[in-house]
């Protein structure tokens, strides 16, 4: 059972490009292939939180419980090693992102099981003004339809850190 597994450090919700079938889910795969992430459950928040979009139709959960919807997703269980390379994806040491404690409920099997795990949320630096710039609405699963005009980081202009394409698209009308 992946609990009692020693290798696995982390559970870890996934909501957005890491999920199956989205652009940056070749980690995950990367990381199952060397034994550091296994695919645990299908799952949703337990409370609702905010997902929106933001530069370059990058998906964000905001860390701003009570608003927005409940948020489906992917539960992993992550290794160290793993969890030191989703970390880095996600740029954690850069402001990017923040990996909190979240509440989730898998939703596979017809039961509900609650548990707690990992997301990376919005930096709080700025995830307030997200949620302004999305007129205060968010979606319940980063979909296709939302991912439909995602830009790869390497397609994104490369004189302008992350943080500060972020500063521009919540300042822009």
């Known amino acids: 059972m992946v609990a009692e597994d020693d290798r696995f450090h ?10 199956r079938g989205f652009s940056n889910h070749a980690l995950i795969q990367d990381l199952a292939a060397t034994g550091d992430a296994v695919f645990v459950a299908a799952c949703r928040t337990a ?29 992993y269980a992550v290794s160290a090693r793993g969890l030191d390379r989703m970390d880095e994806l996600e740029g954690t040491t850069r402001g990017h992102y923040e990996r909190l404690p979240i ?34 609405r968010g979606f319940s699963s ?13 397609d994104r202009p490369q004189n302008l850190s992350f943080l500060e394409q972020i500063r521009l698209y919540v300042e822009s009308s």
């Open 10 to 19: 982390s559970f870890i919700f996934t909501y957005g490009t890491l999920k």
């Open 47 to 75: 409370a609702t939180l905010p997902l929106v979009c933001g530069p370059y139709r990058v998906p964000f959960l905001l860390n701003l419980p009570g608003s927005g919807q409940r948020v489906s997703g992917e539960l």
């Open 103 to 136: 509440e989730i409920e898998e939703v596979d099997g017809g039961g509900s099981r609650r548990r707690w795990a990992e997301a990376y949320f919005a930096h709080d630096g700025y995830a307030a003004e997200l949620w302004r710039k999305s007129g205060e």
């Open 142 to 154: 980063y979909s296709e339809k939302e991912a439909a005009g995602y830009v790869k980081r390497k």
